[in-house]
Every structure is written in C-alpha cells, then in structure tokens.
C-alpha cells in the first residue's frame, strides 16, 4: 500500500515513483509484473498522467519493463547492479562503501553549474511558465527553437523546430520510435557489439531484431542489405562501445541502401560532445536528402543525466504518425525544465558549460590513460578518446568472474560490457568522469592489483 498526499508539496507522481522505486529494490523480484496504470489510478483515486509519469521515470532509470499489450515488469538490469536491502547488511561492498566506483557515464557533481541552474529555474516558474495552460506534446518550443540552432551549428543536423519532439531521455525516444513504426515495420537492425537498451526495446515490442556485425569503420552494410531488417539503430560518431566511427563514405552508402528499401536509420549521437581529439564528423542526418534519419541526442553527458532531457529529430512523415498517437497529448519533461534549459542555451551557458565540461574530463581522460600504461600489463585499449570511459581488454587467458569476485572483496566498482547485444565482445570499462582528479591514479593503482590476479 502506497501512501500519497495531495497536500504534500512533492507532486504525486514523483511521490509515487519514489514509493514504487523502494518496493522494487526492497520486495519485488526480477520479472514480476507492476500494477496496471489503470488499476493504480483507481486504487490511489489519481489521475492516469500520474501513474504514467511515474512510471516513464522508472522505465528511463532501468527499474522497469514495458512490454507491448502486457504491462510493466521489474528489470533484470537493475539487479544487476543493485542489491536488495535485505542482502545489504552482510554485503562488504553495499554502494555506500564502495572506496571507487569506475561507472562509465557519469559526471562529477561539481561540474554541474547549480547556481546559474537555479537562478534561471527561479525566473521561469516566476515568469514563463504558464500554469493554466497545457503544455505543447513536443515540447515548449523555446526549447525546440534552441535545440535546432544548436545542432545545426555544432552538428551539421538539417533541424528544425517543428521537427524535434522532446523526450525523457534515450529510453524514452526509443520506446516512442518503435511504438510509431510498428503498424507499418517489423524488422530491426542493431550493430553486434551495441547497445543492449536499444535491443531490448524493439524486442518487447515484438519486432524481429537482428545483429550486424561491426568492422573497423563501423557497421557492415553488406550484412545488414542481406537481412530483412527495414529499420537500423547506429552510433556513426563513436560506435558503442568499440569506439569505431563511420567514415563519410560510408555514411553515404548507407543512406543510398537504406532510401532504396524505403527504410529507417536510427542515428544516435553518442559521444560526441566529448570527443577529446578529433572533431566529429557532421552527423549522418545531415547527409540526407530523402527524410530516412531519425537522430538522437540527450543532455546526459554535457550537462546533467539528473534532469533527464533527450530529444528526437524526425521527419515530417514521423510527425504524423506521432501526431495520431496517444503520445501527442501530453508533455514529456515538466515545463519548468523546458524553460530552464531553453534559457539556459539561450544566454551561452551551454555552449561554456560543454566547453569546461570537454576541458575537464580530457585531463581526466588522460591521467586515467596514463595510470593504466603505468600500473596495469597484458592489456589493449579498445577504445578511448571520447565519452567519459576508457575500454580495455586482456591480451592474455583472464578470468573475468574472479575479476569480478576480486572488485567485490576489495570494495571496487568496476563494469565489464556485459550490457551489448548479443556477440563474443568483453572488455571492461573504467569510467572517470565521476572522480575528481586526485583520485584517478590510486583508483588505477588499486584495480591494476586485481587485473594483475585474474589472469589465468
């Protein structure tokens, strides 16, 4: 039984979600189904946006499950990485005494600007934000308008405002994008090594997924033209998680094939804000002329993952499909954090924060490089400069579940890519956008002793 007060100043969703969060990791187990959005909204006397935004929070933080038709179930994802409160008092390593965590897409809290954040907050919700009105389903358009003049200068994106649909994060565009094309798509495409969430995504809602290998410049066309897979999910930028990027050429072909079928690509730009070397290649969206590119994009790593704004660029053909659907009516992100980020683009701040942001974890980056070379052998570099993680892997027999049991003794945090789809690929991921800089090295020195024991 969950307790909520309208008269709380916690709005009831965010109640809600909190309530729901603690009886996932405390009571529920993997695969157990959640109540219905219909049937919490009858018990609790709340409206269906309630329950639906609690539960949009839960499903973007990896706690949940959608399946079409069926309902919401608990995410083995979670249990993964997180321990119910019942194990935690026999368990050295509860997150609270982790003495480093190495999670590979995380910022530092102090690289957040809070007080320019805050004062900005506090001057839409005086002055903009209409409380009376609904909000607009794509998002507010000071939003949109400023998100567009954003890529289409530090990413050769063909955007306009119209054609961006706000979203709660990467979760939330993919869930949306395979929702839309499902009455008239039911092959999907995903590169092998990739990114899991996207797989698991179009698999729940029951499209037939297949894995295209990666090579050295990224996805292999000659591959995926012999599937039967119309829609393709790609990181050109920086492949994840080997790191590859796609050649212009190679761009190029692709959207020939892909116009040809009359299908779809996926374009998500990972990585490139925080690329510490090279300038990234104008994205593939740019490129094309036959409106077949639907890009992504989220604010996770230049500037917070904690306010949860994504965004979606799509073709006007998309829009109408959106506007049809139930989606349409109802915003995505709370107007405050609309606004504020609109202003806060608007007046530089973004621009400068990506700019100290990129500073900050280059010199991270490379101490973490540097410490790896000093302290740790019979390893590889798969993959570096860019994103806030370096990627190794043994060049030597290595057990990975003894690095694993050695980490959990030793109160360390590590990653290991078992979150790709479905391939032979490992590698571990040391994150270090999260630590400040007089910890990377004896963060290293202190995994470099378990690596060194868990070769065979």
């Known amino acids: 039984m969950y307790i909520l007060d309208s008269n709380s100043k916690v709005p009831l969703h965010k109640q809600l979600y909190e309530q729901l969060k603690l009886d996932i990791t405390n009571n529920?187990?993997?695969?157990?189904?959640?109540?219905?959005?219909?049937?919490?909204?009858?018990?609790?006397?709340?409206?269906?946006?309630?329950?639906?935004?609690?539960?949009?929070?839960?499903?973007?933080?990896?706690?949940?499950?959608?399946?079409?038709k069926s309902g919401y179930y608990v995410c083995e994802v979670l249990f993964d990485a997180t321990v119910k409160q019942s194990d935690k008092i026999d368990d050295k390593c509860s997150q609270e005494l982790y003495k480093y965590d190495f999670f590979p897409a995380q910022l530092n809290?102090?690289?957040?600007?809070?007080?320019?954040?805050?004062?900005?907050?506090?001057?839409?919700?005086?002055?903009?934000?209409?409380?009376?009105?609904?909000?607009?389903?794509?998002?507010?358009?000071?939003?949109?308008?400023?998100?567009?003049?954003y890529l289409q200068n530090s990413r050769g994106v063909n955007a306009d405002a119209n054609n961006i649909i706000i979203t709660h994060g990467f979760a939330d565009s993919m869930e949306l994008i395979a929702k839309l094309l499902k009455q008239k798509y039911s092959s999907f495409a995903i590169e092998s090594p990739g990114y899991h969430l996207a797989r698991r995504v179009f698999a729940n809602y029951n499209y037939k997924v297949t894995d295209i290998t990666v090579n050295q410049d990224g996805l292999d066309i000659d591959k995926f033209s012999i599937s039967d897979a119309k829609i393709v999910y790609i990181t050109p930028s920086h492949q994840y998680p080997t790191g590859v990027v796609m050649p212009i050429s190679k761009r190029v072909k692709l959207l020939e094939y892909i116009s040809k079928i009359g299908g779809v690509i996926i374009e998500d730009d990972y990585d490139s804000e925080l690329a510490y070397y090279n300038r990234p290649i104008p994205s593939l969206q740019g490129l094309d002329t036959n409106d077949r590119v639907i890009y992504l994009g989220t604010f996770a790593k230049a500037l917070s993952p904690a306010i949860r704004v994504g965004y979606m660029v799509v073709p006007n053909w998309f829009l109408d499909e959106f506007a049809k659907s139930y989606d349409a009516h109802f915003a995505r992100v709370s107007v405050a954090t609309q606004l504020t980020l609109a202003k806060f683009i608007k007046d530089g701040h973004f621009e400068r924060q990506i700019r100290k942001v990129r500073t900050i974890n280059k010199k991270k980056h490379n101490l973490m490089l540097s410490?790896?070379?000093?302290?740790?052998?019979?390893?590889?570099?798969?993959?570096?400069?860019?994103?806030?993680?370096?990627?190794?892997?043994?060049?030597?027999?290595?057990?990975?579940?003894?690095?694993?049991?050695?980490?959990?003794?030793?109160?360390?945090?590590?990653?290991?890519?078992?979150?790709?789809?479905?391939?032979?690929?490992?590698?571990?991921?040391?994150?270090?956008?999260?630590?400040?800089?007089?910890?990377?090295e004896e963060a290293i020195l202190e995994f470099s002793k378990i690596w060194k024991l868990s070769f065979k």
């Open 28 to 68: 529920l187990n993997v695969g157990d189904k959640l109540p219905s959005i219909r049937k919490l909204s009858t018990t609790y006397n709340i409206s269906k946006t309630t329950v639906q935004n609690a539960y949009s929070q839960l499903y973007a933080e990896g706690y949940i499950d959608s399946k079409e």
């Open 109 to 149: 809290s102090s690289d957040f600007p809070l007080k320019i954040w805050k004062r900005l907050f506090n001057k839409v919700v005086n002055q903009d934000v209409n409380f009376g009105a609904y909000p607009d389903a794509k998002g507010e358009l000071a939003l949109r308008e400023q998100i567009a003049l």
């Open 371 to 440: 410490a790896i070379k000093k302290y740790c052998k019979n390893y590889q570099i798969v993959a570096q400069g860019a994103g806030l993680a370096i990627l190794i892997t043994p060049t030597k027999p290595f057990d990975y579940n003894r690095l694993q049991e050695l980490a959990k003794y030793n109160a360390l945090k590590i990653y290991l890519t078992q979150n790709v789809t479905n391939s032979d690929f490992k590698a571990i991921r040391l994150g270090f956008g999260g630590f400040s800089f007089n910890v990377i």
